[in-house]
């Protein structure tokens, strides 16, 4: 009987040690491997808006569905509506759908942060809302496979090679303060065994110039994403940040402060 307990926790170790090499040691990077089948999500993002006393003053809601062509390395984005509120309570509305983003097609790269990318988008203050969702997709999918080869468990990796300021297609500037990476742990998704990626970004300055606005401030974000060890398909993402920002409105003369938390989700549509 002893024999047998030692056996068993001898089995146990080893088994423990193959798991831990095989699955929170490092990752592989790149992109999935293609297997003729596009892989579509539905991205929702929740807007909320207060001033710096914490009182309400209005909400947003963005959706839209995403289709990602691992062949060709194309992207559509499809049924993209905004809904706002002026009622906290109150639930949304399905919105207005947002024409000019169906059947949008494009190769996420560094020129979808250039103002030709963008040359049929109306010139209103909502298509930013819409320029979000490309955004915040090419971040997560970067953050999930540019690099995942230099995660391994509980190490906190510093990414160096986009601590900088950007134009964010001619309607404003982004400068990066710091954007950390960690793969945190496995977890099970979409009956998925995932690799859990964790990020954050903090004290990021952001100014933004339109006909009708113009804002300042700094914004930090931080999320996690569920990345499928064997077919490296992201199963799942949240993404949280924050917004403080002076805002200058045409047609008033006063300058106010608001807060803007933002809440997004990314899902799997089957």
């Not at 963005?62 to 706002?84: A, E, L, P, Q």
């Not at 949280?240 to 409105?249: A, P, R, S």
Request: net charge negative; charged share 25%; aromatic share 12%.
């Amino acid at each position: 009987m002893l024999s047998g307990i030692i056996y068993s926790d001898i089995c146990y170790g080893q088994n423990q040690k193959d798991i831990i090499i095989k699955y929170l040691t490092e990752l592989r990077s790149g992109k999935p491997v293609d297997d003729g089948i596009p892989e579509k999500y539905r991205m929702t993002a929740v807007y909320t808006n207060r001033d710096l006393y914490g009182d309400f003053t209005g909400k947003m809601k963005v959706t839209g569905d995403y289709t990602r062509d691992h062949k060709d390395g194309h992207v559509t984005w499809n049924n993209v509506f905004i809904s706002s509120s002026n009622s906290y309570s109150e639930p949304f509305t399905e919105g207005t759908k947002q024409e000019y983003m169906e059947n949008f097609v494009y190769i996420p790269s560094p020129e979808m942060l250039e103002e030709e990318a963008f040359k049929d988008f109306p010139a209103n203050t909502e298509n930013v809302f819409a320029r979000n969702l490309i955004w915040d997709m090419m971040a997560i999918e970067e953050f999930a496979w540019k690099y995942s080869d230099s995660l391994y468990l509980n190490h906190k990796f510093v990414i160096t090679d986009i601590n900088e300021e950007f134009n964010m297609a001619d309607i404003g500037t982004y400068e990066h303060a710091d954007i950390q990476l960690c793969m945190t742990g496995i977890s099970l998704m979409n009956n998925e065994l995932c690799a859990v990626l964790e990020y954050r970004a903090i004290d990021n300055r952001i100014e933004i110039s339109m006909d009708q606005i113009q804002t300042r401030g700094t914004e930090q974000y931080w999320g996690t994403t569920w990345l499928a060890l064997k077919s490296r398909q992201i199963e799942y993402a949240e993404m949280y940040g924050g917004t403080i920002q002076e805002i200058e409105l045409n047609g008033f003369n006063d300058k106010f402060l608001i807060k803007t938390i933002r809440e997004l989700w990314l899902e799997r549509i089957k």
